[in-house]
């Protein structure tokens, strides 16, 4: 058995069919990811993301030590709540991880990391910190915490709170703003999410999880697993660390160039060097979207011929159940064209594509 | 409908065979299949005329995780296949011994049919896959 989440036994309960994911024994469906999937973008869904990791970083001036760690600048997170998304870069430019990452107010934030990358960003974090004087470094592993996605997400986990006994909300729940949190003496709520929906991302402490599950079911909220976890995120645009990017990979060639802080020019970050370095000499590759203009599934490591422009590879691929067509993120050569027509080598057989922009859905509909 | 109906004949890669009134064969994937495939989105269906032999690959189900090669049970001749799965796949998962089926075929020795794994023989073999 691998590693459990506070949640594992509501999973069993709700008839989970349960898989290995990075050593944690997490809920792949309940049923049907398609119908889950068609919940979150139409009502509301939630995934137990338990197995994340919340890492508080506090002390003397943790601001100087995260505008070094962090692609992103967090000098622009200036007001208490706000948060931004960033990549966390080695030297070469590579990306240890993505993460959000929150200003709590005073000298204190929170990186909400991945789980399968969750001890070596540990390290990584710890072992960058010491040029930074007294910084604080808490890995909240009594944190359980459920993602409630959906067009009617807040709505019913706000019901689903205020039906629980002396768990009071934070205050003007419904009120914070998109990548903002707010947290009351039991629950950390933060609008975030990884569907391209609406919703919440809940922390309580682990021993709370289930009753909070509970409530969120009782609201008509729709378990959720993996499988709906991923084409979700896939049809949002939304890269996934591991596959779409890795360790020998920059944001330049992973389509998060938005994600870099590039200003004040005078901010050093880890990386930077390395990025500027690629960024004038050329970024030789990109990330794409593509759709599969055939019947078929796009999968991860499919090669992609773009005729006299090279060929690049599927990154992660799956059906679009909101387009009824298979869709891709795709790392190719950078000369290839929005509009482009491809060949994606799938189960032998050359099956014609063409290059999109992503997101490929957007407020529930198509945007290609 | 139980998990491994007892009339049926059944493949160890988890196809089922109902042998029908006028004696031609009908072919599926098994609820213990559909289950580990998860939902399905495409079905590949063989040309209504093409000639097997025993053990060929004719048919392909896809599911959001995988893709799985369907066999022709035992030699044979493809007299029908069900249209229904082009635009509603997921019948696979809803109903895999009834409108689920893929094939129906003429086979060339109805004898091979014995072979073939019998509602037992396949529990054990779904046993062994747990």
């Known amino acids: ?368 | 409908m139980s998990e491994i109906p007892s009339e049926l004949r059944y493949t160890k890669s988890h196809e089922w065979i109902r042998t029908m009134d006028d004696g031609n064969l009908e072919v599926g994937i098994t609820q213990h299949a559909q289950e580990m495939l998860g939902d399905m989105v495409f079905v590949e269906l063989p040309e209504v005329g093409s000639t097997l032999g025993g053990g060929e690959d004719c048919a392909v189900v896809e599911s959001v995780k995988a893709a799985s090669d369907i066999y022709a049970p035992i030699a044979g001749e493809i007299v029908e296949v069900n249209d229904l799965l082009r635009d509603a796949p997921e019948t696979v998962n809803n109903d895999p011994y009834g409108d689920g089926w893929l094939f129906r075929m003429r086979p060339v020795d109805e004898g091979e049919l014995d072979e073939l794994l019998d509602a037992e023989g396949y529990t054990g073999v779904v046993a062994a896959d747990s």
């Open chain 1, 1 to 368: 058995m691998g590693r459990i989440t506070p949640l594992y036994q509501a999973h069993v309960e709700a008839g989970a069919k349960i898989v290995d994911f990075g050593g944690w024994d997490m809920p792949l469906h309940y049923g049907s990811q398609l119908e889950e999937h068609r919940a979150v973008r139409s009502a509301a869904g939630m995934f137990d993301v338990s197995h994340m990791r919340h890492i508080d970083v506090t002390g003397e001036e943790p601001r100087n030590f995260l505008s070094y760690l962090l692609a992103n600048n967090v000098a622009k997170l200036e007001k208490a709540g706000r948060a931004l998304y960033t990549c966390m870069l080695n030297e070469n430019g590579g990306v240890i991880d993505d993460l959000i990452v929150y200003y709590l107010g005073g000298d204190s934030f929170r990186l909400v990391v991945n789980a399968a990358t969750a001890d070596t960003d540990l390290d990584w974090i710890q072992r960058n910190a010491g040029d930074f004087g007294k910084i604080q470094i808490t890995a909240r592993t009594d944190l359980a915490m459920i993602a409630v996605q959906g067009p009617l997400a807040r709505q019913r986990a706000a019901q689903a709170i205020s039906n629980i006994n002396d768990m009071p909300a934070p205050p003007d729940l419904m009120d914070i703003g998109v990548f903002s949190a707010a947290q009351s003496e039991s629950l950390f709520v933060a609008r975030t999410g990884y569907t391209g929906e609406d919703g919440f991302e809940i922390a309580m402490a682990a021993e709370n999880g289930p009753v909070v599950w509970q409530a969120l079911i009782d609201a008509d909220v729709m378990p959720c697993g993996l499988g709906a976890r991923d084409t979700l995120r896939l049809e949002a645009g939304m890269n996934l660390y591991g596959s779409d990017m890795n360790e020998s990979t920059t944001p330049l060639e992973s389509g998060l160039s938005w994600t870099i802080g590039w200003n004040p020019p005078e901010r050093d970050f880890i990386g930077r060097a390395a990025l500027e370095d690629q960024r004038d000499h050329g970024v030789p590759r990109k990330l794409v979207g593509l759709v599969l203009l055939d019947r078929g599934v796009l999968r991860s490591h499919q090669q992609v011929s773009c005729g006299e422009r090279g060929t690049g590879e599927v990154t992660s691929g799956s059906f679009s159940p909101t387009l009824s067509k298979s869709i891709a993120l795709a790392r190719v050569p950078a000369g290839v064209e929005t509009g482009d027509e491809c060949t994606v080598g799938v189960r032998e057989k050359n099956l014609a594509a063409r290059v999109v922009d992503f997101p490929f859905v957007r407020n529930g509909k198509s945007c290609l």
